[in-house]
């Protein structure tokens, strides 16, 4: 199975300052057909997550331009660029390019 | 509004039986690949099953494989979950999700607890 470890595992920030995770996979996660899968959810405390960024970078319908990815091969990274309250919760980076689909085991993100 | 609405969990004994559903609704259910995900208490996301838009491409995590079983209706616009000799270790909220297309959604998730 292909692991996901992210760093950091809990990232303090202040608000409207930027934030950062990355998230490195064990095998490259670029597909046969070209495509690299992966995504990174938003988790929000008591709530189901929610589907931030597909394909390395490209964010899912209704997400603010806040939230952007980068990476290539087996490193990536989450970047929002004004952290607001709402923002606050565990973030997971998601690879799709080999079966069984794994998780990383979430970042926290709160507020100093 | 788009929905995905899970139902069927509960307490059950180890060894025993569920069937979780899950409703889809404001979007063409047909045309999607649904997965089934779970989440102990306070742990991190696991990914169970998927299934393809017409039913005939499924695919198991080795944890669940033999005892789960994911099938979808998409008359009803449901897709299901039988789970079989169920373990203590299964206990978790199991959400399904789907995306595609620029969309992505996931459920509120119901909740199995595997408890004597």
């Known amino acids: 199975d292909i692991v996901m470890t992210q760093t950091p595992l809990s990232s303090p920030v202040t608000l409207g300052q930027p934030a950062s995770i990355s998230c490195n996979s064990s095998q490259s996660l670029v597909h046969s057909d070209g495509n690299t899968y992966l995504s990174w959810l938003q988790q929000r405390p008591g709530q189901p997550p929610r589907l931030l960024i597909y394909k390395i970078s490209n964010r899912f319908s209704g997400v603010p331009d806040r939230f952007s990815g980068s990476g290539a091969g087996t490193d990536f990274t989450l970047k929002i660029s004004r952290v607001e309250p709402e923002d606050v919760g565990v973030y997971y980076c998601?690879?799709?390019?080999?079966?069984?689909?794994?998780f990383g085991r979430g970042t926290k993100v709160e507020i100093k | 509004e788009v929905q995905l609405v899970e139902s069927g969990g509960g307490l059950v004994q180890p060894g025993g039986s569920l069937r979780l559903s899950c409703a889809a609704s404001?979007?063409?259910?047909?045309?999607?690949?649904m997965h089934w995900v779970r989440q102990a208490p306070g742990k991190g996301l696991v990914w169970v099953s998927r299934?393809?838009?017409?039913?005939?491409?499924?695919v198991y995590a080795d944890s669940v494989k033999g005892r789960f079983t994911i099938s979808r209706d998409n008359a009803k616009n449901t897709v299901y979950l039988q789970m079989n000799s169920l373990r203590a270790e299964d206990t978790a909220v199991y959400y399904c999700?789907?995306?595609?297309?620029?969309?992505?959604?996931w459920g509120q998730g119901t909740l199995v607890t595997v408890s004597s």
């Open positions: 999700a789907t995306w595609g297309w620029s969309r992505g959604y």
């Open positions: 404001g979007f063409t259910f047909s045309n999607y690949w």
């Open positions: 299934l393809s838009s017409d039913g005939s491409n499924i």
């Open positions: 998601m690879q799709a390019a080999q079966f069984p689909l794994t």
